[in-house]
């Protein structure tokens, strides 16, 4: 019976763990990698032009890390109020979709922010709209559609992780 919860648990922290350590790399390689190709150009145009980048550094963080230490705490404050195996292998199943459509989403921001970079310091005379809309092979349709699941499957898998975990915590508080 303790089983299941704990696999669960085991499964949450490993991930953000793993998580921590691309933190650190994501904000190594931001800083690198933006200082390769902006050097020359004024700060402001450094921070414009690294925006997105940047931006994938604090989301990994808060998407990794803290949501899913976080999930870790409530699992544990849930796991003697309900006998039922099932509900933690259901939160094991959600939280499986909630680390695909997380990592997804990073990885779109991870391609926007250093794409962004790179035909920056390639066309400099290009505006940030004008290479933004070269991104995704200039596709919006399939940009809209890559955000639009990514987003769409950790969202409503956290949501539902959480009504399940706030179903439970209901149950606990009653007692």
Same mark, same amino acid.
């Given at each position: 019976?303790?089983?299941?919860?704990?696999?669960? =648990?085991?499964?949450?922290?490993?991930? $953000?763990?793993?998580?921590?350590?691309?933190?650190? &790399?994501?904000? =190594?390689?931001?800083?690198?990698?933006?200082?390769?190709?902006?050097?020359?150009?004024?700060?402001?145009?450094?921070?414009?032009?690294?925006?997105?980048?940047?931006? $994938?550094?604090?989301?990994?963080?808060?998407?990794?890390?803290? &949501?899913? *230490? *976080? =999930?870790?705490?409530?699992?544990?404050?849930?796991?003697?109020?309900?006998?039922?195996?099932?509900?933690?292998?259901?939160?094991?199943?959600? *939280?499986?979709?909630?680390?695909?459509? $997380? =990592?997804?989403? /990073?990885?779109?921001?991870?391609?926007?922010?250093? $794409?962004?970079?790179?035909? *920056?310091?390639?066309?400099?005379?290009?505006?940030?709209?004008?290479?933004?809309?070269?991104?995704?092979?200039?596709?919006?349709? /399939?940009? /809209?559609?890559?955000?639009?699941?990514?987003?769409?499957?950790?969202?409503?898998? /956290?949501?539902?992780?959480?009504?399940?975990?706030?179903?439970?915590?209901?149950?606990?508080?009653?007692?």
């Amino acid at each position: 019976m303790d089983q299941e919860w704990k696999s669960l =648990l085991v499964r949450i922290i490993r991930f $953000a763990i793993i998580m921590l350590i691309v933190v650190l &790399i994501v904000g =190594l390689f931001y800083r690198e990698y933006s200082r390769k190709f902006l050097f020359k150009y004024p700060m402001t145009t450094q921070t414009s032009v690294g925006h997105h980048l940047s931006l $994938a550094h604090g989301h990994t963080a808060l998407l990794g890390t803290i &949501i899913p *230490f *976080f =999930l870790a705490f409530l699992i544990f404050i849930i796991k003697g109020s309900d006998r039922d195996n099932e509900i933690f292998r259901t939160l094991k199943k959600v *939280f499986g979709f909630y680390i695909i459509g $997380a =990592l997804a989403s /990073l990885f779109l921001l991870y391609y926007k922010g250093s $794409a962004i970079i790179y035909l *920056f310091q390639r066309s400099p005379e290009l505006s940030l709209e004008a290479i933004d809309k070269t991104l995704f092979f200039g596709n919006e349709l /399939l940009r /809209l559609l890559l955000y639009f699941l990514s987003h769409t499957i950790f969202g409503v898998s /956290l949501v539902y992780f959480l009504g399940m975990v706030f179903i439970r915590l209901k149950k606990i508080t009653v007692q």
